[in-house]
């Protein structure tokens, strides 16, 4: 049986995607297939797809019409017959040691879930000065009861390409029912990953950067667009729901999940408000408040711990005085700016 099915979603990336295939094929560890999902790109990514899987039996193909990268994911996941899944961007690159390391530790520990850190690199391939993320200190194995608690409450283990999995631990019933979501831009892999750690048992972390994350100015990621805050907060919100009936849908996880999107949430809005004017802020705010996370965070707001910061674009944000939060955020921003350096 194959060790691990690598899982590529792959939507306009051809500036980048062969360094990403590339890493994966000469990886010193060899038992894997590598499954590509081209989501319907516009470039030149899906005949990049189909020439290596005419040229290498290890790496498979699929076409499909653009249903965003959630759906790109589960189809590949679908797809898998190795005995552990690991998700990749199509990007982004790894390390070559990456899955000797992770077998190591899977062969080691006997572990549902492996993590491992990662490196930050600029558009072009130099890794950013001060840029390496990496998990504890100590190779431990945890309950996934902590791993989750992280999860809920910080962005440390919200990303599907940070981990492999055990196939079999995951729910494919549960994988597919995300697909009534709808089309999410951001914060969907939050909830797959959700999905795909709830039913594991344990997990290790690696002390080690073994994948290299690039940072595009393009990327969605780093983007201020209002609609894809108000995505952002759709995903928490639409995690709310699927907490509900797991083994994490006790109220102390659903409490750490509102504090996580209203810290967001506010943050969010500061990046829109350095962006935007007022209407566009009011805009996406209308939106967000409609949503049962929203009116859950603020009605329990006094059970968060928040800073200063925060309590003050809390205080304006519920009396309305947008024209304030504007020009507060501006400043907060223009101190970023020069402490930058820039």
Not at 52 to 72: C, F, L, W
Request: charged fraction near 25%; include cysteine; charge should be negative.
């Amino acid at each position: 049986m194959l060790k691990f099915s690598v899982l590529i979603p792959v939507y306009n990336t051809e500036k980048y995607l062969k360094e990403c295939i590339d890493s994966v094929l000469n990886q010193t560890f060899q038992n894997f297939e590598i499954i590509l999902v081209d989501d319907g790109s516009q470039d030149a990514s899906g005949k990049i797809c189909d020439t290596y899987s005419e040229t290498d039996i290890r790496v498979k193909t699929i076409h499909q019409q653009n249903m965003g990268p959630m759906m790109a994911r589960i189809t590949a996941f679908l797809e898998a017959s190795g005995e552990y899944v690991i998700y990749m961007d199509s990007d982004d690159c790894w390390s070559n040691e990456l899955l000797t390391n992770v077998n190591e530790a899977i062969r080691k520990y006997e572990v549902d879930a492996v993590s491992f850190g990662f490196h930050t690199m600029e558009e072009d391939g130099r890794i950013a000065l001060n840029e390496a993320h990496v998990g504890s200190e100590e190779i431990q194995v945890y309950e996934i009861n902590q791993l989750m608690v992280e999860f809920l409450t910080t962005e440390n283990e919200n990303s599907l390409w940070k981990r492999a999995v055990r196939r079999e631990a995951v729910d494919k019933k549960e994988l597919k029912n995300l697909e009534m979501f709808g089309k999410i831009l951001l914060g969907e892999d939050m909830l797959q990953a959700f999905v795909m750690l709830k039913d594991c048992k344990t997990f290790v972390n690696l002390n080690k950067p073994l994948y290299y994350y690039r940072r595009c100015p393009e990327s969605i990621t780093h983007s201020n667009n209002s609609a894809l805050i108000v995505d952002i907060a759709k995903a928490r919100n639409c995690l709310t729901k699927i907490m509900t009936g797991t083994s994490f849908g006790a109220e102390k996880y659903q409490r750490m999940v509102e504090k996580s999107f209203l810290e967001h949430y506010l943050t969010d809005l500061v990046g829109i408000c350095c962006m935007h004017g007022i209407n566009t802020v009011k805009k996406a705010v209308g939106k967000i408040k409609r949503m049962d996370i929203y009116q859950s965070s603020c009605k329990n707001v006094s059970e968060y711990s928040m800073t200063a910061k925060r309590k003050l674009l809390f205080y304006l944000e519920q009396c309305e005085m947008w024209r304030c939060y504007w020009a507060v955020s501006k400043i907060y921003c223009l101190k970023r700016y020069i402490q930058k350096g820039d």
